[in-house]
């Protein structure tokens, strides 16, 4: 009997023990005797945690003060846009009145390379704006300062000799109230009402723009072959509308979709497209320039016919 007392371990022995076994999450009870057990530690309370970054309340965006803000920097951001057009825009005329100055490039040759490249910056353009309904306007910005020039300098309240050579084609500054006021009258209207959720404002703009003035170009160089009823018209020019007008209008369209602005069957878009170049490139070929400009009657009629045909 006294044998079994003396090998098992003291009180303190086993406070010991305990001591040492109490930070770890397994403990051991021994117990000193059979009719006592050794009660259990105290379970450890969890470290409360203590938000160190977030000294600030958290102010939900759908509150007007979120609003507001996020409004104004909507703002801001579609006034830089146009700002930034505005200047593409001026510097890409600016350096084409320089060119045709120096006597580097000829006027005509100028003119519509101006008709071309404007025209598609400006639609290219259009993503770098918000996607509130409101950024179209500040687009529209762009043309219409374009719009208000042309009319100063066409009505001779100001003189801009660069300007009058590199848009027109004899030189006169009543010229600047013809083709080039429609044209920047078209860029306005299909940013206002189709801008870029519509197929149908980007093909007109691809038919006047690249399709129309690929065609004068090529036309002036390869247009010895003339289309029967209208002498001023060459075979090589209208099929150069068609193609590029068709390739331009798809690349558009294309661009748009990678964007994820635009959802096509590209199979029915091809062929939808393919009829819009062709009814531009003949609208385009009649002889009715003296009547109707081409700058009014290409993207009017392709965008007739293309509205036709996509419905939105």
């Known amino acids: ?18 001591l040492l076994l109490r930070p770890t999450t397994t403990t051991t009870n021994f117990p000193l005797s059979s009719a006592s057990p050794t009660p259990k530690p105290p ?14 309340p958290y102010t939900s965006p759908c509150t007007p003060r979120a609003a507001s803000a996020a409004a104004a920097h909507t703002i801001l951001h579609d006034a830089g846009a146009a700002g930034a057009v505005l200047a593409g825009a001026y ?28 025209g598609l910056f400006f639609m290219a353009s259009w993503p770098i704006f918000s996607t509130t309904t409101e950024a179209r306007y500040f687009a529209c910005l762009v043309p219409l300062v374009n719009f208000l020039r042309l009319v100063i300098h066409g009505l001779s309240l100001a003189s801009d000799e660069g ?22 009258l078209i860029l306005i209207l299909c940013a206002l009402i189709f801008w870029r959720e519509s197929p149908v404002g980007l093909i007109s703009l691809a038919m006047m723009c690249g399709g129309d003035g690929i065609a004068d170009i090529i036309g002036r160089r390869f247009g010895s072959l003339k289309i029967p009823y ?19 209008s798809i690349g558009m369209l294309q ?19 393919a009829l819009v170049s062709l009814v531009a490139t003949v609208v385009e070929s009649l002889p009715t320039t003296e009547v ?15 509205f036709s045909m996509f419905g939105y």
């Open 1 to 18: 009997m006294s044998l079994l007392v003396s090998t098992r371990p003291s009180l303190s022995f086993r406070s010991n023990v305990y």
């Open 43 to 56: 379970p450890l309370l969890p470290t409360p945690r203590v938000h160190i970054l977030h000294r600030a």
């Open 91 to 118: 510097a890409l005329v600016s350096a084409f009145d320089f060119l045709t100055q120096r006597n580097l490039i000829q006027q005509s040759l100028s003119r519509k390379l101006v008709h071309i490249l404007s």
């Open 163 to 184: 300007l009058i050579k590199s848009v027109t084609r004899e030189g006169k500054p009543e010229e600047l109230l013809r083709g080039p006021l429609y044209y920047v």
């Open 230 to 248: 209208n002498q001023q018209k060459s075979w090589a020019g209208s099929i150069s509308m068609f193609i590029f007008g068709f390739l331009i």
């Open 255 to 273: 661009y748009y979709s990678v964007l994820g602005y635009l959802h096509l069957d590209w199979v029915q878009t091809v062929q939808k497209v």
């Open 292 to 306: 109707v400009d081409d700058n009014i009657s290409v993207p009017l009629v392709s965008m007739a016919v293309a």
